[in-house]
């Protein structure tokens, strides 16, 4: 086969990940959030450089038979509030309540960021249209400074009444026209303050979007890569750019780890699985039990949760990263939730960082090499962490600068494991039968210590855990789904509701350039249940009994054309043999230097074993065993430590 890349774009670092089947490459690349096409390049440049020995972005493109694309645009956009204002026009009488919402938004920053202007109240008594009031709205909101406008009604019908009277007055081949998004063609769901929402957030990011994803789509076309470029969703599979929504593209990156997480709980048979990506700035939480990811029934976007229509992962994030602040307030330790990112990044990486971050704790107390950090990109200056701890955690606490790095580590390690315990015990999932998968850039370092503070007995570090969300993206295929409130299934009929989706899909994948003899379909019907989303096959007159306990109950339909996937080893156990070390390095743990074993998981044969305290280091790969765990090496590739008995 050609080649399968992956890119996932993330806040700090962009990962990507590129195999034939036989050759394997992986990259890090610093995020230019100034310019998210820079980056882009960058990491197809990288990966060409891995694969031929010299930067050949043609021949890359011209080798690969797909390439499947996560952005953290939107999600930068969201936290950042750097979207395209948008204008709302809504039933009148609802321009206060925002159909409920108001309740639930309270007077959150980021809806008066998408929101700047009052919503415009639409008159349709006896569902007619009042087309000078209409008209006025919109001369109203684009004086205001909108460059995008939402139509949110109760019904089809009469958002239908509007679309005619905007396409008249507004034609869409003339420059002057605004943008209109009316929310039932995003999504069908009858909680009206929910579509509102979603089809705000859709139209705050779908400008920037659309302009960044379409220049990234260019780059690859102008170089002839074979098929589009697909882009990753947060429902967990791809499109093309021409096909994808931007609220699907929010929260994209962790959905990826989630998916690698799947294959890996099948693999390893975990029948729970916690994941655990720590990067630049956040730690993500999410969970894999009975081998499905848990999903929430109606994701939540930015800090301030707002509830949308959409189902999205279940991921927990909190502030706390390679590159999260570290300081003492009140004689304790704090970390995050401001991150200094990649750029200046900590203050080792010397430029321009100026406060302690648990990456400057970590090279001091040895476990970070500071002369191959992220493959040798980067020589860390230990002298710079050395200041930061000494003036912003040391001296306030009366520490000596050993004892501080020693404190910073345990209260970084003990404060996400408690984080851990509460997200696992609000969805009573039993952590001693659980196992951990550690990822991300951040993820395996302090691994160990979490593991052990939250009472975990298995931990599993993949072979490519520094890049998994990109390697994840790689088991994803192409899809779309119809979703139909179950009422109007009711109403309408299945046959009707099923009929008209099948349509929709053809026509999708028909653009998609996917043969009709090409695609499948699933029919299921879904719903919340305790918030978390429920999904089981449907059966013809079986509605009512396969509603029966949820909420929110639709009939949906996805069509599926699978792409190849990544290949995964054997999880056959294979006969342990002693590791062979690769070096040594002296490692302060608890306050006291120790001289430990360096191996290398790259290197390391399967069933390669021992015990710890021991290191793993490799390109950009560094995992700490700690005493009373040992370690092995699978089929796979992947580092298996265990709790002693």
Known sequence: MGLLVNIDNGGSFTDAFATDGERVAHIKSPTTPHDLSQCFVDSLDRLSRELYGAEDLARLLGDTDHLRYSTTSGTNAVVEHKGSPVGVMLLAGEEQSLYGAADTLGKTSLWSAMVPAAPVA?????NTLDEAELMQG???????GVSRVVVALPTVEQEMLVKDAVLERYPRHLLGAIPVLFSHELVRDDNNARRLLSAVVNSYLHSGMEHFLYGAERITKQHHL???MLIYRNDGDSARVAKTTAIKTYGSGPRGGMEGMVAYAGMYDASAMVGMDIGGTTTDISMVVDGAPTELAHGLVGDEEIPSSFAMGDIVSFGYGGSSIIRVENKD??????SVGAAPGPACFGRGGSVATITDALLLAGMIDPDNYLGGELNLDKSL????IQSDIAEPLGLSLDQAVDAMINAYEGQIAQHMNAVMSARKIDIGDSALLAFGGGGPMNAGGIAEAAGFKRLIVPAYSSVFSAYGIGFSDLSHHYRVPMAEVLERGEEAVITEMRSRASRDMFGEGIDACDWNESLEVSGSKNGQLSVQPYASGQLSALSAG?????????ATHTLQHLSLQTATDVPAAPAQATGEATVNINGEPLKLAVYSLKTASAGASGDGPALFRDDYLTCLIRAGWSFKVS??????VEKQS
């Open 122 to 126: 639409l008159s349709l008594g006896n």
């Open 138 to 144: 919109f001369t109203t909101l684009i004086a205001g």
């Open 635 to 640: 089929a796979n590739g992947d580092l298996i």
């Open 333 to 338: 330790i704090v970390i995050g939730p401001e």
């Open 385 to 388: 962490s050395a200041g930061v």
């Open 550 to 558: 949820l909420a929110d109950s639709a009939l949906q339909l996805t």
């Open 226 to 228: 074979a098929s589009p």
